[in-house]
């Protein structure tokens, strides 16, 4: 049995954050923490953690000042993105976020098109029209079963 690469390592901890993230955010909220303290103190830390990161690898924090705009604006998309995920995941469930966040990749691309950033293959189509068709024709045989 060969052993996984270092960045298949990294991408299954990816995956691994990621697929854990709903289920604990949303227990933290469930039981104690208020929406805005928990994705402060989320933040906060991941915050510190990127410093880091950048601190060990670019030697530097310096953002070139044609690029502080747009540091800038990620920034304040980033804040009103993680507000929305709280309140989100505090007033419904996880599954629910769930489903919207896979569909997330399939706007972005989109927009990405609509900007001219991207160029969709044929591939893309197919997945965007999988991925939207596999939960209507899950719930019409989940439908015909019970009959």
Do not use: C, K
């Amino acid at each position: 049995m060969r052993r996984p690469t270092s960045v298949e390592v990294m991408l299954l901890s990816a995956i691994g954050l990621w697929a854990l993230n709903l289920t604990f955010s949303r227990y933290i909220l469930t039981h104690g923490f208020q929406p805005l303290a928990y994705s402060t103190v989320r933040y906060g830390l991941a915050g510190l953690v990127f410093v880091g990161i950048v601190a060990v690898a670019e030697r530097s924090l310096r953002i070139d000042r044609r690029h502080l705009g747009a540091a800038l604006s990620a920034g304040l998309v980033l804040s009103v993105n993680q507000v929305g995920f709280v309140y989100a995941l505090d007033t419904t469930s996880a599954s629910v976020i769930g489903l919207i966040l896979g569909a997330t990749p399939i706007f972005a691309a989109l927009i990405g098109l609509a900007f001219g950033r991207e160029v969709l293959p044929t591939r893309f189509w197919v997945g965007a029209a999988v991925s939207f068709a596999g939960p209507r024709a899950s719930r019409r045989r989940s439908r015909a079963r019970s009959r």
